[in-house]
């Protein structure tokens, strides 16, 4: 459920609901409204989370079960490293 993955997210870094709410532009009650599923975010709000939290719009609405990983400015040897250590965690699983 989205609610559940914008919470899942949030927690993981550490934010609470109102320093999400103040990098994407919108109130802490529209957060605690997503998080608790009494309202669902638009579509503009989708993309920025998505953004925010590097994973896919797909993946925030449930369509894919992937979580990916933004690499954008790491090099060869850094992709690597990341890839390493996220197979040495499923398999750990």
């Not at 934010?15 to 994407?24: G, K, P, S, Y």
């Amino acid at each position: 459920m989205i609610s559940e993955k914008i919470k899942n997210l949030r927690q993981t870094r550490g934010w609470t609901q109102a320093e999400l709410a103040r990098r994407i532009g919108i109130t802490r009650n529209g957060i605690n409204s997503w998080e608790q599923g009494l309202s669902t975010p638009s579509p503009a709000s989708l993309v920025d989370l998505a953004k925010i939290f590097s994973v896919s719009t797909d993946y925030l609405l449930g369509i894919e079960a992937l979580s990916t990983v933004n690499v954008t400015g790491l090099d060869e040897r850094d992709i690597a490293i990341l890839t390493e250590l996220a197979d040495r965690l499923r398999d750990k699983s």
